[in-house]
């Protein structure tokens, strides 16, 4: 396995964008004084750092870095993205550290957390968990919404359900059996994984979604950068946290994902081998995974898009950028190695 020390890497992508960060006024501020310059002024200027997710010791081709400004531009809306090639470690980001909202891509970390336990002993994939069924209640009306129990399922099936169709009831019951959000975010914390935090269970984000717009407002709770998802994917992919079997569990599940056709996969050519997991909730989209490319090197990308005017619209701009990075990624062939698969 490659050896990247994903948390130590140093990271400049604290960007002109995200220090726009609270409100419309400063995003629309930011986005225009984007637009007004051309991209090599962009680069050269302080704001220049939101390109790069690190110090670059080898970057990606400056064709890739000019594409990615042009089709992640925030006037409609944030717009957060990161690659990793895990062969290479060339690695590329726009607001690769502001805060996202997860949406259901949480269940990747959920899914991670369980499978820990299992390695620990702690858990089973066999045991059997209930269902967590919403109870109708209005919005806000209590801290947690209300749910009650339904089918027994074992742990293996609720997280095929929770990562290949993103079904919610099947997320709340690995959630509530490994102890609530805030193990989650504390497994993610032992990982070295230091922002990504989960705050509250899929019932009560769905029920309460909507309370602010993403598009404009950065809601630390349920969020990730960009960055910090490529570096859980990437560490799973490569085996660091689990075991061989629990990291074929999740990383299985990825490459059956049914949701999303729309987004990653609308970018990839046909045949491409990829896993990745979606997520929706109001005026955002998103969709991260890991990409096989034909070369054999794998490529990590998280891509968090707010606005863009619809659902649609964020959908394929969530297929653009992927587009982006496989075509990019794909010019960057460094002499490359297997070490970024698995080790057998």
Request: avoid cysteine; charge should be positive.
């Amino acid at each position: 396995m490659l050896g990247l020390n994903l948390t130590n890497i140093r990271r400049t992508a604290i960007s002109a964008f995200a220090a726009m960060g609270l409100g419309a006024a400063g995003l629309a501020m930011t986005a225009g004084a984007a637009q007004a310059q051309s991209f090599e002024e962009f680069l050269k200027s302080e704001n220049g750092a939101v390109l790069d997710g690190r110090e670059r010791v080898r970057d990606v081709p400056p064709a890739l870095r000019q594409a990615l400004f042009a089709v992640a531009q925030p006037d409609n809306g944030r717009i957060g993205v990161a690659a990793l090639d895990l062969n290479t470690g060339a690695e590329v980001s726009i607001l690769g550290e502001q805060a996202f909202p997860m949406a259901s891509t949480s269940k990747i970390a959920i899914a991670a957390t369980f499978l820990a336990g299992v390695d620990a002993g702690r858990y089973s994939l066999q045991h059997k968990y209930p269902l967590m069924i919403p109870v109708a209640s209005k919005a806000f009306s209590t801290p947690v919404a209300p749910v009650k129990p339904g089918m027994m399922l074992t742990a293996q099936s609720l997280i095929e359900l929770m990562i290949t169709r993103s079904d919610n009831t099947a997320t709340d019951a690995m959630l509530a059996a490994v102890g609530g959000p805030k193990a989650v975010t504390a497994w993610l914390r032992s990982a070295g994984i230091d922002r990504q935090r989960i705050d509250r269970d899929i019932a009560t984000l769905v029920r309460d979604d909507g309370e602010f717009d993403p598009a404009l407002v950065v809601d630390e709770r349920d969020s990730t950068p960009p960055a910090e998802m490529v570096e859980l994917i990437a560490g799973l992919y490569q085996g660091k946290w689990l075991s061989p079997k629990s990291r074929d569990v999740v990383i299985g599940a990825m490459t059956r994902t049914v949701t999303g056709r729309s987004r990653i996969k609308a970018g990839l050519p046909s045949g491409v081998e990829f896993g990745h997991k979606t997520g929706t909730l109001n005026n955002t989209a998103s969709d991260v995974g890991f990409v096989e490319m034909p070369d054999g090197r794998v490529i990590v990308m998280a891509i968090y898009v707010t606005g863009q005017g619809g659902r649609a619209q964020r959908s394929q701009k969530i297929a653009s950028i992927a587009r982006t990075l496989y075509n990019g990624f794909a010019q960057n062939r460094y002499a490359g190695n297997e070490a970024g698969r698995r080790a057998p």
